[in-house]
């Protein structure tokens, strides 16, 4: 099932139930991670990140993704930004920007994930 018709309602609530996942997930790792020594967790995100790339560069990684496909790979996303962030943070609080910047780089990523572009028009 692909979930590129955001005019369809049941895409709709899938696209919001993938925000609350993701949301969920970047608090989530943020909570557990906040009290963990700085180089753990920059080890720790770089294997986050390299998960992310491990499925984006895999052959069933095809724009627009299937539901699982597009969960598995918000969830892995999700989890690098989040250790990203506290690696930046040092054990301080997450401002409103950086929760406004995460929504918003959400946002960019879901659209990028399931929207086919012509490749020729990218910059």
């Not at 991670?33 to 967790?41: A, C, E, H, K, S």
């Not at 790339?53 to 993704?65: A, S």
Request: proline share 4%; with cysteine.
């Amino acid at each position: 099932m692909s979930v590129t018709s955001k005019n369809d309602p049941s895409a709709l609530y899938t696209f919001d139930r993938i925000r609350l996942m993701a949301m969920q997930c970047w608090i989530s790792t943020l909570e557990r991670t906040y009290d963990i020594d700085p180089g753990v967790i920059e080890l720790a995100c770089e294997g986050a990140h390299q998960k992310y790339n491990d499925l984006k560069f895999c052959p069933e990684f095809e724009i627009p993704l299937v539901l699982e496909k597009l969960l598995e790979a918000i969830g892995a996303w999700t989890t690098w930004q989040a250790l990203t962030l506290q690696s930046q943070l040092h054990s301080y609080p997450v401002t409103a920007n950086e929760i406004c910047n995460f929504a918003r780089d959400l946002e960019c990523m879901l659209q990028r994930l399931t929207t086919e572009t012509d490749e020729r028009f990218l910059l």
